[in-house]
């Protein structure tokens, strides 16, 4: 079983459309969770952490449920500009990545 | 400020050349990692360094050795290429939650 396991997506979606991605993690004993985003043939970049309480950063709000080892982020009133690959990223010793889902958003 | 920077950005190998990948990072961090990209399969951790002086394995690193130079640079070598190392590299150091990646290695073997 992967560490860490993602939606492998493709997700097509209108602008305006709100989108939901899931993640799943192995690990029970992980300490930090996030979301990075990853454009065509570029290096990833942090979109943002994942705390217990949840946390929203304008459109883009995230969860994480660590009973049931799940973490989620919805992205609200999708534009042309989200169109990348979401990374679910997980860190015990280390930081793990998962597959990675990629959206498209179409006018 | 450079923050990490991967030399080389493309490289073609025969099978069974060598070479060795650079980074370096200007952020003073502790740690640096060394990831591959695959379609596909997302970014898996090849080796890491927790501090100078240290190194330990990831989940993929049979083909792959590494140096921590020292705290700035880590290196990874491919000493026998094989077309299964065809892939995209990526060097990160973390400080604290955020990880800094380079701008990838794009690695193909022949």
């Known amino acids: 079983r992967k560490e860490v396991e993602q939606d492998p997506g493709p997700f097509n979606v209108p602008e305006g459309a709100t989108v939901a991605f899931n993640c799943t993690y192995s690990?029970?004993?992980?300490?930090?969770f996030f979301w990075y985003r990853q454009d065509c043939r570029k290096e990833p970049k942090l979109l943002m952490s994942?705390?217990?309480s949840g946390n929203e950063d304008g459109r883009f709000t995230a969860q994480l449920n660590r009973a049931s080892q799940y973490i989620s982020l919805l992205i609200r009133d999708s534009k042309l500009s989200d169109s990348a690959t979401y990374l679910c990223?997980?860190?015990?010793?280390?930081?793990?990545f998962g597959a990675g889902t990629r959206l498209t958003v179409k006018p | 400020n450079a923050g990490v920077t991967q030399t080389p950005k493309f490289q073609v190998l025969k099978t069974g050349q060598s070479m060795t990948l650079q980074c370096a990072q200007d952020m003073n961090h502790n740690s640096m990692y060394w990831y591959r990209q695959d379609p596909g399969m997302g970014l898996r951790l090849i080796y890491y360094s927790a501090s100078e002086g240290t190194t330990d394995k990831g989940e993929v690193p049979n083909g792959y050795n590494v140096s921590r130079l020292n705290k700035r640079e880590f290196s990874l070598r491919l000493e026998s290429a094989a077309p299964s190392q065809t892939s995209v590299y990526f060097c990160?150091?973390?400080?604290?939650?955020?990880?800094?990646f380079g701008q990838g290695t794009r690695l193909t073997v022949v």
């Open positions: 990160a150091t973390p400080d604290g939650d955020e990880a800094f």
């Open positions: 994942v705390y217990s």
């Open positions: 990223v997980v860190n015990f010793n280390d930081m793990r």
């Open positions: 690990n029970s004993a992980s300490q930090s």
